[in-house]
């Protein structure tokens, strides 16, 4: 089955830099790949998401990059607000069926003013 | 905005009793899901639900678990003797068809004591 491997576990970045955060897949059938933050106590917020024959895709300061050969994708944070701070959460799916979401370990982000 | 609601929100319930978490997804939505979050951890799959059947499940979704859809806009899942290791936040979550996004539920915080 599908495993999905993030790194970092915890990034802490100076307000205004940048955050990147990878993710590694193994089943080459995935071809839908979320990244979700989730704030403590809260539900995971999708805040974007790419499919597999896109290799880039931007919201504002939010982009994700994916590269299917490598089987990796990565999302960049520009510009960082305090408000960034949450742990993320990558998660890589097939499009066919009740397919499943099957979540990285997470990555806890720390914007510091 | 329509969003997937789930109740409780928390539930203590003691060792060996019985807890059904219940859950309204979107009203137009076709798949449903149940996932498990462990305090600190990472999001894990339990069951996926379409057409009125279990499309697939996880290895933690065993026995003691099951779900329904007893109405058409309600969707339950039971734990018929609960763990100590049934601590968790459990997320509802929907999706409309196989091209678009899963939408989550607030969650539910059980307590098993």
């Known amino acids: 089955g599908e495993n999905v491997e993030q790194h970092p576990s915890t990034l802490s970045v100076q307000e205004g830099d940048s955050a990147v955060i990878k993710c590694t897949y193994s089943d080459s059938a995935s071809n839908y790949f979320p990244w979700y933050k989730q704030e403590l106590g809260k539900r995971p917020q999708l805040i974007i998401d790419?499919?597999?024959?896109?290799g880039e895709k931007k919201d504002q300061r939010i982009a994700v990059t994916l590269n299917k050969t490598a089987k990796h994708f990565s999302l960049h944070i520009t510009e960082t607000q305090p408000e960034d701070s949450a742990v993320y959460f990558c998660a890589a799916r097939g499009l066919q069926g009740a397919q499943k979401l099957v979540f990285g370990q997470g990555t806890r982000l720390t914007i510091n003013p | 905005e329509p969003e997937v609601t789930q109740t409780p929100s928390h539930q203590v319930t003691q060792m060996g009793q019985e807890v059904i978490l219940r859950c309204v997804p979107i009203s137009n939505h076709l798949y449903f899901y149940w996932y498990r979050q462990i305090l600190g951890q990472k999001v894990e799959f339990l069951v996926s639900f379409y057409n009125n059947e279990i499309s697939e499940k996880s290895e933690i979704f065993d026995d003691q678990f099951s779900v329904e859809r007893p109405d058409g806009s309600n969707f339950t899942l039971k734990i018929r003797s609960t763990k100590l290791e049934d601590s968790a936040m459990y997320f509802c979550?929907?999706?409309?068809?196989?091209?678009?996004?899963?939408?989550f539920g607030q969650g539910t915080r059980l307590t098993v004591v």
């Open positions: 979550a929907s999706r409309a068809d196989t091209n678009t996004e899963a939408f």
């Open positions: 790419i499919r597999s024959n896109v």
